[in-house]
């Protein structure tokens, strides 16, 4: 059956676009970066105090260095105290350039001397290392984040910070920059508590530049505590089945977990553990538990791993949220891994359950459609997702299938599943991603027809089935004929 697909026209703008930038059209009066030190995931938080200098100003250009480009893995900008997302578009990577420019449509023009506060966020991925590489069990986790000292812009900027904030003030060490006393006549790093603040540095010609670069750009590093797991998901595998008959979503998530904390030095000792846990003083490279909100209103829910189920997890089921409804309730797992993880160990695992259809979809009248909602994934905190592959299984004989994906996967595609009992399959969607975290737990939004006659199908092939197996049973002379039909529905 051939299968009409095209994704709907996306609301996001990352197109590959020539570069707009002006640099006589801003300049930056202040530049603040934040950065909030993690584990497998850093939040930097860019504030740009833009001052307009030429009429009708309305592409800002953002720059970032090639490095922290790459450990990069998701994105916003919004004019301080808004909620509507600028549109960006990443000008083409030059390969003999070392840094990278992303264009941002203002909400309007900034006539001259016009001021706009500008907040880009970003989330590093892979961004820490642990240092020591190793750890025993009674010892302290340890990591390094290196970052490049300035912020880069096209424009000349008045004065920039640059702030690096752990969770504990427990700093081993960080860069005293060399060399730049053509900005500032003041120690050119401070900590204070949990902060070490790199400037004020003032007078900044524009730094998106060769010559710049060359001659100020230096690598900081902060070395920190840090008292968390640092969590990976090396591989996220899900599959969302939608039944209209069961009126059913069934989640299932096949998770590989890394422990990519400081790898764990000597022997795993049980009886250290617990003691150390019945102190409190957990080692804090050890992952014992995960607390995960699944959907509200879930049944069925199953968590096995290699050897079997796994009995010692707590689950608390919300009741159902209707979709119409806003409410944001959800059920709380806390998940326990059949033994604590320790540093470079990995986990491998299955979670899944059911949950209402009408929970997440929806029936369009003007349309006749259904539009189901499926979400990438479930918010694992702190953790990074590498790599992450999520199926879509439709019911059998659904045309007419549309996405709207929230983010532009790394690759997707339509197939044909096929199982036990299907005529003509069901189609299938499947979507690839890298480096996601918490920020991409987000929503596919997917249309398709079910025609009356494809749910006839089922019943059809079911009853064929039936009618072989009394065949045989005639056969065999071994009629039963109290066959129980819900068994094999
Ligand atoms: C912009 O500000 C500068 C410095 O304050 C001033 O000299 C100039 O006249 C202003 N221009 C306009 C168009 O307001
Ligand atoms: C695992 O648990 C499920 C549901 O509680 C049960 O149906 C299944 O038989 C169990 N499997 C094993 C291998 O114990
Ligand atoms: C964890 O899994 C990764 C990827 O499959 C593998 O390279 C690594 O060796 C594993 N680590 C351990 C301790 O088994």
Redesign the pocket.
């Known amino acids: 059956m051939p299968i009409r697909w095209h994704a709907l026209p996306l609301l996001f703008l990352s197109a590959i676009a020539p570069s707009l930038a002006n640099p006589q059209s801003f300049e930056n009066t202040a530049i603040v970066r934040t950065v909030e030190l993690g584990g497998a995931i850093v939040h930097v938080t860019t504030t740009y105090a833009v001052k307009a200098t030429q009429p009708g100003s309305k592409v800002y250009t953002i720059a970032l260095g090639l490095e922290e480009k790459q450990k990069t893995s998701w994105y916003e900008v919004k004019v301080k105290g808004q909620q509507v997302v600028l549109p960006v578009s990443e000008q083409i990577l030059d390969a003999d350039r070392n840094y990278h420019l992303m264009d941002v449509t203002l909400p309007k023009a900034l006539g001259v001397n016009a001021t706009l506060n500008l907040v880009l966020e970003t989330i590093q991925t892979h961004a820490t290392t642990p240092w020591p590489k190793q750890a025993s069990q009674k010892e302290d986790q340890a990591l390094k984040y290196q970052t490049d000292l300035f912020v880069l812009s096209p424009y000349r900027t008045s004065v920039q910070r640059t702030k690096l904030k752990s969770l504990t003030p427990r700093i081993i060490s960080f860069t005293t920059p060399e060399n730049v006393q053509d900005f500032t006549l003041d120690i050119p790093a401070t900590k204070s508590g949990a902060t070490v603040t790199y400037g004020p540095y003032n007078n900044i010609p524009p730094s998106a530049n060769e010559k710049f670069i060359s001659k100020h750009q230096q690598p900081i590093t902060v070395h920190y505590h840090h008292e968390q797991p640092v969590l990976e998901v ?2 996220l595998t899900r599959a969302a089945e939608i039944s209209h008959w069961g009126a059913n979503l069934n989640i299932q998530d096949n998770i ?1 977990l ?1 422990n990519a904390g400081p790898t764990l030095k000597g022997h795993f000792s049980r009886l250290e553990h617990q003691s150390q846990s019945y102190f409190k003083r957990a080692a804090p490279h050890a992952l014992a538990a995960l607390t995960l909100h699944l959907p509200a209103g879930i049944r069925n829910t199953y968590y096995y791993d290699l050897i079997g189920n796994v009995s010692t997890s707590r689950l608390r089921v919300a009741p159902s949220v209707a979709k119409t409804s806003r409410a944001n309730r959800y059920s709380i797992l806390e998940l326990r891994p059949r033994y604590p993880m320790m540093g ?3 986990y491998s695992f299955t979670l899944g359950w059911d949950a209402p259809l009408e929970d997440s979809a929806s029936w369009d009248k003007s349309t006749g459609k259904y539009i189901v909602e499926v979400p990438i994934m479930t918010p694992i905190p702190g953790a990074v997702v590498d790599t992450a592959e999520v199926k879509v299984i439709l019911p059998e004989g659904a045309t007419d299938v549309e996405f709207v994906p929230p983010f532009p996967a790394v690759a997707n595609w339509i197939s044909t599943h096929t199982t036990y009992l299907d005529s003509v399959g069901r189609p299938e969607l499947t979507f690839q991603y890298k480096d996601l975290t918490v920020f991409h737990a987000q929503n596919i939004f997917i249309s398709y027809r079910v025609p009356l006659a494809a749910h006839l199908t089922k019943p059809f092939v079911v009853a064929a089935a039936f009618f072989s197996l009394f065949a045989l049973a005639i056969v065999g002379r071994r009629i039963n004929l109290t066959i129980n039909k819900e068994k094999v529905l």
């Open positions: 090396l591989k590989v890394h470079g160990w990995n």
